[in-house]
Structures are given as C-alpha cells and as structure tokens.
C-alpha cells in the first residue's frame, strides 16, 4: 500500500545536514519520489512511503536520526492529492497529535506556500550569483540524476559539484576512560584519540571506515581509533552486526571482523553471512555460532548506544576526536586539518 507524505522539518540549520536527510531517505527502498524544498523557517520534505515496509513514525525516526530535528506532518485532501505542485494542506499534525482546523490552516498554509515560492526563487538568484546556476540551486531533489558525495547530493557532472562542507570539532571536549577492554586500533597511548560511533550497516560509516584506515596509515604513532556500537533502529542488520564483531572480538579478532563488515557491507549483511564471514576468517564457527544466537553481547552494544545518546550522538558516524563531537562521514582532508592542529599545539 502507497501513500504520500507531506513533513515539515524544523531545526536544519545548514544544507550539509539537508542532505544527510535526503541520503538516509535514499537508502530506504520503501521510500521514494523525495522532494526537498527549504525555506527560512523550516524544510518541507514531500515523499512516497510503502506502507507495507514502513511505516509514518520509521520515517519520522529516519529524520530524527540524521539531526536535532522536530517534524510536523501535513496531510494533504483528496483534491490536492492530484496536483503534486500544490502545498496546501488540510491540517497539521505534530508528534503530540495536536490539531487545527482546516479553515484556519487554508489561510496558514496559503501564505506558507507564497513565502516557500519567494524563498525558492532567492536560493536559487543567490546560488546562481555565488556559485554559478550548475553549482548551487538551493532547492535539492532525490532523483537517479544524482550522485552523493561526501554527505553531498551532486550532479553527474564531475564538474559542477555542490559546494563542499567544511566541518570542525564542535562542543567542549569530552572525557573518555578508555581501557584495555575497549576496541582500541593503533598505539594504545597515542596522543589523538577517535571515539568513533559507528553503525556496521550505515555506508556512511561504511566511507568513515576508510577515511580511518588512512588516518592511522598516515599517523602511526600518532593517532588510536576506539570503535563504538551505535546501530540505528531502521538498519534491520546492524543490530546483528555489532554483536557479531564483538563474538569475533571473544577471539582475538574484532578488527579483522570489523573490516570483514565494512568490506562486504554493499553485499548485503545478514546472520547467515555473519557466520559464514566467521569461518572465512578461521574462528571456532560453533562458538561464534552459539554466542551470537544467544545475543551474548547485546547488552554491551546496547550500553555503547546509549552511552553515545548521553553525549548528544544522533546519528552515525559521529566521531568524538579527543572528545570533541564531529559529526558525519566528513572528508579526510577535514580530519587532517584537527589533528594537526592539535599535534602543532603540543
């Protein structure tokens, strides 16, 4: 059963995180026909859902994974149902339920859409004066004619790609007791630490996985990854997945396992292939077997999640760098810039 969905987002504050949004819809087979518009106030995001595969509230939870959003839905009448360019809607509804009534949203709505139509038009005289018209649109709309790029939507023209985000180390620095037990890659006593979140599932934590792999390539002694659990509610698998790594870490070999996920992530992941990765890599299949049927290690991925909610991670990655927050799969180049920014102060 298809439906549309008519959302309004409130709290994107930066098209970096616009596109996070449109990414993480873009994953969802169940969701399709996005249409993203932004205005100064709020994004109004117009969609297809399979009913069958997922439901209002899953993609509600889409949204609120990839920001500190809050998300109205709009319904739209029948009429208007047929006239996709329209966006008027008949009512508002809010994560509470609350309602008003359709005269009184006709006239909200009504001068909504007028201010969405201006606003429309001075994304795009702005985008094409600053960036040139095949650079910046200030509108972005999910389509096959598009390529995503480092939490960017770009065209397939290789060379007009959208305007690249710069991301820094934001918030005051966390402390973290990291110890012999956590999942530690590189020198143990390095004098950068990546806490990264992480979701086995999640392809951007998929291109994080090898902007890491670099970094501790490229700072030997310098830098130590400690891997945290984070795995989002719609990924069916990734649950799965970080109890599997860390029955493979009950042998020695969470790292190899770690990589075997992320290597064969486009794959597909499933409990099968998670026993069949584990006697690739030579463990003893039976007690693998046993510990992850047994949700052996449920608990500790769990605690790891909730952990990382108490240090305000949404979504994935999220990658605390000496326990400040940077969010997203952001470039190497970007992480480069902070450590040696921290390594030149000491």
Known sequence: ?????????????????????????????????????????????????????????????????????????????????KDDNRSNFDGVHTASGS??????????????????????????????????????TGISLLSEKQDVVNNQAVPNNPEAQAPQPSPKANGPAQEFNITKND????????????????????????????????????????????????????????????ESAECAGEQGKFWEYH???????????SVVNFKQWAGDLNLDTNKFNDCLDSGKYAGKVQADATDGQSRGVQGTPATFVNGQLVSGAVPYENFKTIIDQILNKN
């Not at 969701?31 to 509230?57: A, P, R, Y």
């Not at 792999?213 to 970080?242: E, I, M, S, T």
């Open 99 to 136: 309602e008003l009534s359709n005269q009184k949203m006709s006239l909200i709505c009504g001068a909504i859409s007028g201010a969405l139509l201006i606003s429309i038009f001075l994304n795009l005289l702005f985008g094409y004066v600053l960036f040139g018209s095949n650079k910046f």
């Open 183 to 242: 999942n530690v890659r590189g020198k143990f006593n390095a004098p950068i630490t990546l806490v990264q979140y992480s979701d086995f599932e999640c392809p951007f934590s998929g291109r994080a996985y090898t902007t890491f792999k670099k970094l501790l390539a490229d700072y030997p002694d310098k830098v130590r990854l400690v891997y945290k659990h984070f795995p989002l509610n719609f990924h069916a698998n990734a649950q799965k997945a970080a």
């Open 1 to 81: 059963m298809h439906s549309k969905l008519n959302l309004k987002v409130h709290g994107v504050s930066d098209p970096s995180s616009l596109q996070i949004i449109e990414e993480n819809f873009k994953l969802q087979d169940a969701i399709k026909g996005v249409k993203v518009f932004q205005s100064k106030k709020f994004v109004e995001i117009k969609l297809d859902i399979d009913e069958t595969k997922i439901n209002k509230q899953q993609v509600m939870d889409v949204i609120k994974m990839s920001g500190d959003f809050t998300v109205e839905e709009c319904h739209i009448d029948s009429n208007m149902a």
């Open 259 to 269: 990589d075997t996920l992320f290597e064969k992530q486009s794959g597909g992941l």
